[in-house]
DNA sequence: GCATGATCATGC
DNA sequence: GCATGATCATGC
């Protein structure tokens, strides 16, 4: 048969270290590999059930393309410049896949780093030409045994790149100012610095500090992963760009956040009303929506949760309405988190950490004025994240909801009307974030890993962390909103 | 008036 | 139907 001949042939040339000469004869080979798995492919290969973490990426460099595992800093081809990474998807209910994860490139060498210029860098030199293979990652299959579902090489456009530019000149900065142990995820848009090593505690010098700090490594933000993902699957975005023609020139010598925060300029201190009459749109103050909708009008875009380079760089939108006093009329939620989930978590691998760390925000910020929305004036846009300090400060309230939930002393009492109070650490107790109620209603529960002692309910309305109106507040306060 | 608990509403 | 963003409502 010609498909067994063919099968044979190919795992003979790997055997033999093949060599490639051309970006696309690399790619062609990948390609080979699409809607099969790695033993399907080479069912005689050594090494198909290796269970190790980072399984896929070796099985894939060692079995499909014959060469030796290595982790020098040259790309994996090194005379054609293209690095070849396995990448993880995950399929949702409607049958469509997302990256499961960032994409790690290569650990921060924060010593070398400050000496750099981004086209002559370590990591555009081995990160420029990506080939990539995507596989569905579950858990019950070994790494031989995942199926490939996309693969290719992937290229940057010209206004990502600039984004990437921009990122990485912010990183190498943060660096050369001697706060490495400052850096988050959440600094940048498509690319990221996120934590890495066996231990996510693991700590490296850094050059103009006696601190040290976290190692990192440089990473696509998975949400610029499913960017990619979604060019692969041919899927036309028909997302509008949240950038014109003009906007993408601007960003040679603009930064990102700046050629955002320009289109909100026409429109500060102007009541929603106008705002709504400059745009020539309709405004219904009664929608939960409104005021995101109103956001979405002066981006210039149809929506901000569909806004590609919105969500590729991680970025949520808020719209806060300042009190008079300067607090923000409401705190800011998160998902909702599982009860069982948490306690079994280390802070470091947590879901807390990784939104605290990985979220943007941009936030939209209004005066409410004397509290009708027709006094409500635009303030002023800002990016925000989160810094490192008070991330630590938020982890005090994840340790403490843990704590709760392990003891299951969680029903404080039960007012007269069946209101519940619980002891999940609440705002008055905390200075960055608490945890409040998020479901439905209050029948809208979850399961507890140990059933509450008063009660004995072993279900609990879904719970998630805020933050704090009062921290925003005073966020926004020392941005000079 | 604010903090906390509860629920609405949109989009997938 | 559910997840999540947004906001309401009530007791202290």
Redesign the pocket.
Known sequence: MFFTDFTRRISLLTLNDMKFNTKSSVEAHAQLLIGKTIRELHPQATGLSKKHKGGFGHLLEEVHFGYEINSRSEADFKELGVELKGAPLRQLK?KAYRAKERIVLSIIDYLALVHQTFHTSDFWRKSEHLLLVFYVHEKSRLPADRRIMFAGLWSYSEADEAIIMQDWTFIRDIVKAGLAHELSEGDTNYLGACTKGANKSSLREQPFSPELAMQRAFCLKTTYVNRIVEAFQRRSPDAEELFNEAEVRALQKRSFDEVVLDKFNPFQGKTVAEIAADLNVELNPK??????ALTADMLGVK?I??TPELEKANI?V??I?L?P?GVPK???????FHFTELVEEDWEESELFEQLDSRRYLFVVYDLGDGSWSQMRLKKAVFWNMPQSDIQKARATWESTRSTLRTGKIVKRI?A??????W?P????TDVI?V???????EDTRPLPVADQLTGLSDF??QCFWLN??YIGEVLKSKGV
């Open positions: 409607s929608s939960k929506s409104a005021w995101a929506s949760k569909t949520t808020k719209t309405r009190k006093n409401e705190s800011i939620s998160f998902p909702a007012d009307n069946g209101t519940r109070r619980d999940f609440n705002m008055s107790e608490h409040r109620p998020h479901g439905q209603n209050r309305t879904k109106a009062t």
